[in-house]
């Protein structure tokens, strides 16, 4: 029982500090700064699409991950009531009295299935706070290549020719940052032309995010075409 606690406890932090925390980046809100001061045009960008699959994941890193792990919330009440729950089990409370705490017997389930559920809980969670990350690291290489500099396209590139050796001496940061441009700009980026589309495909309900390429993609795709 302490093992399952502790790990809800890691859950809770991991999934609401840092979904609220990741997104507050300056990067991201450049990003939606570029489209709304009209520096770039949001039909020439995939930039929206990205915030949008952002916005999303930090939802499913909130009441989404709990939610979806017990399998048993129909609704942001009880979603809500899983939360209370899970948090006074945390301190230590029982199941019962977490159930109280959660304030209605749907949660009682709800809160029964959060114990019960803890290694699906915390796979979705990481899943999810991948995935963000991930979207965040594209959202800001994006950003940089229109501004022409910054971090993240520096360390874009430098791992990319850390990855391809036989690279080096041609693939500059301004080569990426054209390609960049180029994929973003064509919508490449965001139309799922860069994924693997078997991947696509074995989802159930294919959602716009899932279009979306990130780093691994970009990567395979600029290097079949060197």
Known sequence: MKSIKKLLLLVLIFSVGNSYAIGKNNKIQQARE????????AT???????????????YMLGLGTFAR?????????VAAGTWAGAGALVGGASVGTAATVAGSAAVVGAVTGAVVAV??????????????????????TIVDAHRGRGKSLNK????????????????TREAMREMILDLDSSGALCDGSLKKQRRIKKLRTPKARHQLALKRDIYRYIKSTL
């Open 119 to 140: 290694p699906a809980v915390a796979a979705y969670g990481t899943y999810s706070m991948t995935k963000l990350l991930q979207t965040n690291y594209i959202i800001k």
């Open 156 to 171: 874009f590139t430098k791992k990319f020719l850390r990855r391809n050796k036989d690279a080096r001496g041609y693939m």
């Open 34 to 41: 570029i489209m709304q001061e009209g520096e770039v045009a």
């Open 69 to 77: 792990g017990t399998g048993t919330a129909a609704s942001g009440a």
């Open 44 to 58: 020439d960008t995939c930039l929206d699409e990205y915030l949008q699959a952002q916005k999303q994941l930090k």
